[in-house]
């Protein structure tokens, strides 16, 4: 399976801590992106990150990207309840044609 | 801008019926992909379209699963006969194009098979 694997599957913080969620991946990718998931809705798109960068950020959200190792993190700064929500890593890979290949996904709870 | 429009909400049907789901992407978007989230899992995808043509299928079980977008602008993704296994969210989402990496997702059918 070429599905990544996200760590930890669950975190519960306080409010105003901060968050780090982790992301590994099998193949070369060409780009790899986050997404949010509340509970029982769609999937939103929080930031993506290309195979030549190594940090991005946007606002509260920090993401960095180690191709060597196969692996991408999540930092979410002073954390609210409304970030209560599932977080999914995804990425592309060079030769594929757009399709996004999902981890399994960290389940976050902040707690206010 | 309108957003992927999925309907219905939610499905509950006995296993060995049949059900459809339809998506409308974003208006303009010409690559559409219909993926399956299985509760507790990230979303792996069924199909991908690329205006009316498939361009990816690979994991979808043909033996069940059908999905047309026939005029390259909305779709259908149909199972007959559902399984158990079946129950889970059938997430559609639509980019601008193979190479544009804007994804918009709708917010997903329900289906629970009893």
């Known amino acids: 399976s070429q599905q990544g694997e996200e760590d930890p599957q669950a975190l519960s913080i306080q409010e105003g801590e901060n968050a780090t969620m982790n992301c590994s991946y099998k193949?070369?990718?060409?780009?790899l992106q986050w997404y949010r998931q509340n509970s029982g809705r769609g999937l939103v798109h929080l930031i993506l990150?290309?195979?030549?960068?190594r940090e991005k950020h946007s606002g509260r959200l920090r993401v960095t990207l180690d191709t060597s190792k196969k692996s991408s993190s999540l930092l979410i700064t002073a954390s609210r309840a409304a970030d209560t929500a599932s977080y999914f890593c995804?990425?592309?890979?060079?030769?594929?044609?757009?399709?996004?290949?999902f981890g399994q996904g960290t389940t976050l709870q902040v707690k206010p | 801008e309108a957003g992927v429009a999925q309907s219905p909400r939610y499905k509950i049907i006995e296993k060995r019926q049949s059900v459809a789901f339809w998506c409308n992407p974003i208006?303009?978007?010409?690559?559409l992909y219909w993926y399956q989230q299985i509760l507790g899992q990230g979303p792996k995808l069924l199909i991908q379209?690329?205006?009316?043509?498939?361009?990816?299928d690979s994991q979808l079980p043909k033996d069940r699963f059908s999905a047309e977008r026939l005029k390259g602008v909305d779709s259908t993704l149909k199972i007959q006969p559902a399984k158990l296994e079946d129950s889970a969210v059938y997430l559609c989402?639509?980019?601008?194009?193979?190479?544009?990496?804007?994804?918009?997702f709708g917010s997903g059918t329900r289906l629970t098979v009893v």
């Open positions: 995804a990425h592309t890979t060079p030769s594929n044609t757009g399709k996004l290949i």
């Open positions: 208006s303009g978007h010409a690559t």
């Open positions: 989402a639509s980019s601008l194009d193979l190479r544009d990496y804007g994804y918009t």
């Open positions: 990150i290309r195979s030549n960068e």
């Open positions: 379209f690329q205006n009316n043509g498939v361009v990816d």
């Open positions: 193949t070369s990718i060409n780009n």
